[in-house]
Nanobody, 123 residues
Framework: QVQLVESGGGSVQAGGSLRLSCIVS????????MGWFRQAPGKEREGVAA???????TYADSVKGRFTIYQDNAKNTLYLQMNNLKLEDAALYYC?????????????????WGQGTQVTVSS
């Protein structure tokens, strides 16, 4: 059974930083895409960042230069380091896993999702 469990969300002032974590269990595919998505109230879910099994990364234009996705395979954990947070970054952030590729910050057709972790950014 595949499980993705996010943590690390919280409240931060604009310009601050947060690091999100996603512990992955039961996911045994050798070729994969792991990514972070977010959804703000009244908006569609959007891909933020993704990394594939080869270590390649992709980011949404809105977060390039501010967010970094990385993974620790020994800990089966995916991370999203978020720096210089902006008001528009506030959203529910989800970790997701896919056996397909990625583009522009999104894994294609993730089959597995975490429950989400809330990020709030205040001025």
């Amino acid at each position: 059974q595949v499980q993705l469990v996010e943590s690390g969300g919280g409240s931060v002032q604009a310009g601050g930083s947060l690091r999100l974590s996603c512990i992955v269990s039961g996911y045994t595919y050798s070729n994969y895409c792991m990514g972070w998505f977010r959804q703000a109230p009244g908006k569609e879910r959007e891909g933020v960042a993704a990394i594939n099994s080869g270590g390649s990364k992709t980011y949404a234009d809105s977060v390039k230069g501010r967010f970094t996705i990385y993974q620790d395979n020994a800990k089966n954990t995916l991370y999203l380091q978020m720096n210089n947070l902006k008001l528009e970054d506030a959203a529910l952030y989800y970790c997701a896993a896919s056996t397909w590729g990625f583009s522009s910050g999104s894994c294609y057709d993730p089959a597995y999702w975490g429950q989400g972790t809330q990020v709030t950014v205040s001025s």
